[in-house]
Structure formats: structure tokens, C-alpha cells
């Protein structure tokens, strides 16, 4: 080591000192985290499967026989995504893009859905600008990043409509 440099010493989290003039400072010693969360097409809770595909949209399974599974209850969703995050024993989110393409801009949405007693019901419905192209869950949020292409301003009204390029977003719902 060269003369002025400054030499670090430590096990894991705690107190790391610092050899030469620099004053010592420590890591917090608990540190909360929160756990990141990929979304996926099915969850399994206890005894229940959530499923969720584009055929047939969110299915409710009770498979406590695991040999005699039993649907008990199911919210159609052709053709919407595959995006699904459990939040609780009692709500999940499904992301979904609208098949039809809306031209509003919304496209797309986060649905909270109730699955008490194995009834899924949309409790609230969140529309997202464009289309979902990656989310995650940290902690209790959720981080959706979205793409849209937008009217571009007529400047020149011969070259009929054009259109901006793709623009990202991300929302946290």
C-alpha cells in the first residue's frame, strides 16, 4: 500500500475501520429490505393455485386433493396477458393489455382483483398509458414500465399522420 492510501477492514455488516486519518463509520445494523418480486402465470397460496393465461383468463384451483383438483372460480380474460403478482390472502393483481389496442392511449391496465373465497371479483380497475413490457413488486409496490407511440404535432400537413417514436414510462401503482 502506498503512503496516503487508505486501508478498509471488516467482517460483514457492523463497524468497518478505516486505517490512516479517515474516522471510522459503521453500517446499520438492521437493515429493512424489501423483497423484489417477479410477476408470473400462477402463485400457489396454502391449498389454492392462481392461474392466470390467456385462453382462459384468472383460475381459482383448490387443490387440497391434489389428484381431484377443484376450479372455484374463474374471471374470463381473453387475450389480456400474463402478468400476475399475489399480493395477500385476499387481493392480487393481474396486468392486462386491452386486445383491441384502444387508441385513448391507456392500452393496457392493473387490475385489483378480490379472491375471497375463491370468487375472483375486479375490485379496481388501473389504466396504464401503452403497453406493459416488464413490471416488479418491491415491497408493496408495484413498478410497471409501459412503452406508447404517440401523434407527433402536424408540421407538415401533406405528409399526413405521423407518429413519435416509442416512449417509455414507468408508473407505480
Known amino acids: 500500500m502506498t503512503s496516503g492510501a487508505t486501508d478498509v477492514t471488516g467482517a460483514g455488516t457492523g463497524v ?3 486505517t490512516g486519518a479517515t474516522t471510522p463509520w459503521s453500517l ?3 437493515t429493512s429490505f424489501r423483497p423484489v418480486v417477479e410477476s408470473d402465470i ?3 397460496s396454502g391449498d389454492t393455485l392462481y392461474f392466470f393465461d390467456q385462453h382462459r383468463g ?3 384451483i383448490d387443490v387440497s386433493q391434489p389428484d381431484a383438483p377443484v376450479v372455484r372460480g374463474v374471471l374470463p380474460m381473453a387475450a389480456a396477458g400474463e402478468q400476475m403478482y399475489l399480493l395477500d390472502d385476499s387481493h392480487l393483481v393481474l396486468l ?3 386486445s383491441c389496442n384502444r387508441q ?3 392500452g393496457s391496465q392493473a387490475l385489483v382483483v378480490d379472491i375471497r373465497d375463491g370468487k375472483p371479483v375486479v375490485a379496481a380497475p388501473l389504466p396504464i398509458e ?3 413490457q416488464e413490471s416488479r413488486l418491491v415491497g408493496t409496490a408495484l413498478y410497471v414500465a409501459s412503452n406508447t407511440y404517440r401523434k407527433a404535432p402536424a408540421e407538415n400537413t401533406t405528409a399526413g399522420e405521423q407518429w413519435n417514436g416509442a416512449r417509455w414510462s414507468v408508473r407505480l401503482i
Open 16 to 18: 468497518v475501520t478505516f
Open 130 to 132: 401503452g403497453t406493459i
Open 28 to 30: 446499520p445494523t438492521e
Open 104 to 106: 385513448d392511449g391507456t
Open 96 to 98: 392486462a393489455l386491452d
Open 42 to 44: 400462477w402463485k400457489l
Open 58 to 60: 384468472l383460475q381459482v
